[in-house]
């Protein structure tokens, strides 16, 4: 997977990611103040039934979005970690493994998607694999 593809795979992840959370808030600022959720009074919340069924499915809504980003961003970062692991160098590659399984994935993701190398473009110093080395 080349880098571009990466990078658009994470921006489109970025992009619906943010979509989701804004729906979500955006539906319960207007269930607030539509009165479907009351907030105060003898009870501490107050929750309509009969008008909830349109904050649920935009909840719904959010939450798929909200999910499909997810899984586009898991699925930028192993194409990341797939293209540096073809790389020579390797440090690239256990930054983003390092900082991706403890859960700052995102901060690797941004600094590859900036300045990271790809391993795919012409001139890229590629790992040679010792079964392919010809010894004299």
Same mark, same amino acid.
């Given at each position: 997977?080349?880098?571009?593809?990466?990078?658009?795979?994470?921006?489109?992840?970025?992009?619906?990611?943010?979509?989701?959370?804004?729906?979500?808030?955006?539906?319960?600022?207007?269930?607030?103040?539509?009165?479907?959720?009351?907030?105060?009074?003898?009870?501490?919340?107050?929750?309509?039934?009969?008008? #909830? $069924?349109?904050?649920?499915?935009?909840?719904? =809504? !959010?939450?798929? *979005?909200? @999910?499909?980003? +997810?899984?586009?961003?898991? %699925?930028?970062?192993?194409?990341?970690?797939?293209?540096?692991?073809?790389?020579?160098?390797?440090?690239?590659?256990?930054?983003?493994?390092?900082?991706? #399984? $403890?859960?700052?994935?995102?901060?690797?993701? =941004? !600094?590859?998607? *900036?300045? @990271?190398?790809? +391993?795919?473009?012409?001139? %890229?110093?590629?790992?040679?694999?010792?079964?392919?080395?010809?010894?004299?």
């Amino acid at each position: 997977m080349s880098k571009t593809v990466i990078t658009r795979l994470f921006v489109g992840a970025l992009v619906v990611g943010v979509a989701g959370i804004l729906v979500s808030v955006v539906s319960v600022l207007i269930a607030l103040a539509d009165g479907v959720i009351v907030i105060g009074g003898p009870t501490a919340v107050t929750v309509k039934g009969d008008a #909830l $069924a349109g904050l649920v499915i935009w909840l719904v =809504i !959010a939450s798929l *979005l909200m @999910g499909a980003a +997810s899984i586009a961003a898991i %699925a930028s970062w192993l194409g990341a970690l797939f293209n540096t692991f073809r790389l020579e160098d390797k440090l690239w590659f256990i930054a983003l493994l390092i900082l991706g #399984l $403890a859960s700052f994935g995102w901060v690797a993701m =941004i !600094a590859y998607v *900036l300045a @990271g190398p790809d +391993s795919t473009r012409p001139g %890229a110093v590629l790992a040679v694999s010792t079964e392919a080395r010809v010894t004299s």
